[in-house]
């Protein structure tokens, strides 16, 4: 019978599938279009200073720990979910670190904590979600609170310095000219890349998104992944703060809180994501992460006041999900 059902999908499954690579090409494609004219723009708005090594390099900076994020969101919105809670992650993240270092003298046993700490978030995210149940916005809503509220229990409200400049080659560190932590955002990208493309793991993830009853029928331990996705999302949230601490060298209780997790899910739809699941590329996530991390820095340099650099972000949030949604409407989806 599978033979039968094999063969009779084969052609179908292939020509969907071809269909789809296409239409992930050409969401790639205007990506690239849309990124090529905010360089034009802001390259002849500040022509002057856009261009030059240094604000690359800033450019770089400023998108690794969105890019990280964003990469993991990707994986959780093709599963069907979403985390609201990254942002506080991080923050909570920082002030682990910087503690459990101030405590103990030792970097290695901040990192190992900072990274424990994040994979808890994400397991107890898991946890609510799969045996609550309950809806992963409503859930994650509510950690991303409690989180907060943790990160500035933990010393009062106040910020704590890291002493040991060991910390701070994650930060700022350099190799082959170019910073670590763009080095680590690659790495990170490459990583989740053939983990989603090439992974039977990858691929259930998929088939979770697009039809959660077919997948159980299938044999897939949806609650299992489900379990691992939000316990890896708190993984790389905390892997984001770990990068943050070493740039700023502190914990702070606030950081993580400027709309980091708004900007990620951005990223994410803007690169083809589908808020029901089972649709969204690696690769388009970063694009949309490289659009979101042009408009920030030419926004600065044109010196676009904040409130509307944050109208402009939320603007651009609600101009993905209504392309998509159109773009759904009209495939038939």
Known sequence: ????????????????????????????????????VLLAIFGWLRADVFFTGRNLVNIGLAITILGIL???????????GLD????????????????????????A?????????????GAINGLIIVY??????????????????LAYITNNGNSVPILDDALRVLGIGVFAGIPLAIWLLLIVMAVFALFMRATVVGRNIYAIGGNQTVARLAGIPIRRYQLAIYSMSGGAAALAGIILAGRTMSGQPA?????????????????????QGGKGTIVGAMLGVLIIGVLNNGMILTSVPTFYQLLAKGALLVLAVVIQERQRAASGE
């Open 109 to 121: 046993f901040g990192l190992t904590a900072g990274i424990a700490s994040g994979l808890a978030a």
């Open 1 to 36: 019978m599978s033979t039968m059902l094999a063969s009779a999908t084969g052609s179908s499954g292939r020509s969907h599938r071809g269909r789809l690579l296409t239409t992930v090409g050409a969401q790639n494609l205007s990506l690239l279009i849309a990124l090529t």
């Open 70 to 80: 964003a990469m993991a969101q990707t994986v959780v919105i093709v599963s069907g």
């Open 132 to 149: 609550g149940p309950v809806n992963a916005v409503i859930a994650t809503l509510g950690t991303m609170s409690a989180f907060r509220g």
């Open 255 to 275: 950081s993580g809180s400027q709309g980091l997790e708004l900007e990620a899910i951005t990223a994410a739809i803007l690169g083809g994501c589908a808020l």
């Open 84 to 107: 609201i809670s990254v942002g506080s992650v991080v923050g909570l993240t920082t002030m682990v670190v910087a503690l459990v270092i101030q405590a103990t003298g030792s970097v």
